[in-house]
């Protein structure tokens, strides 16, 4: 009977052991499933975070370009501007330089014309100024004839040309 009491005893605890090896290997598996449910679920969340990091890259990147296009067309804009402002001044710089010089020929002109005016008083009266005869304009008189009458606007639509010899006006 000891035998059959051993027998039993040993394999009862066998039994146990072998049950609670089988408790401890489907404890292991169950927290190895719940590990990789939940490592499965970590990469998942790890994987929209990526897609979302991504998105909204891609997001900026196109408002990025959208800005970088638009500041080119303003600089292009700006460019033009600036060219046709330059070559605006351009001309007006050629038109003032030629206005400047035409206001000293002009300035030239009426010096010698006052010039003339003070030698006038010869013996007959009527002075010569380089072979201009002073007295027929009749600088001492605002008369139709003169240049400096404002309402003469004959003179006005008249050619000026100053010449380096003594004759100072050519008609």
């Not at 038109?95 to 300035?107: H, I, K, P, T």
């Amino acid at each position: 009977m000891a035998s059959t009491s051993g027998t039993s005893s040993g394999s009862s605890t066998m039994v146990t052991n072998s049950g609670s090896d089988e408790d401890l290997r489907a404890l292991m598996n169950e927290r190895k499933r719940k590990r990789m449910i939940s490592n499965r679920e970590s990469a998942r969340r790890s994987r929209m975070r990526k897609q979302k990091h991504l998105d909204d890259l891609m997001a900026q990147v196109s408002q990025l370009q959208n800005e970088n296009h638009q500041i080119l067309t303003r600089v292009s804009i700006t460019t033009q501007r600036y060219l046709n402002v330059e070559a605006e001044n351009s001309v007006l710089r050629a038109q003032a330089n030629e206005l400047s010089r035409w206001l000293q020929s002009l300035s030239d002109i009426i010096d010698s014309l006052n010039g003339c005016n003070n030698n006038i008083g010869g013996a007959d009266g009527g002075g010569d100024c380089g072979g201009f005869n002073v007295a027929m304009i009749g600088f001492n008189e605002m008369d139709d004839h003169s240049f400096f009458n404002p309402f003469n606007l004959a003179y006005l639509n008249q050619p000026i040309m100053a010449s380096a010899d003594n004759n100072m006006f050519q008609y």
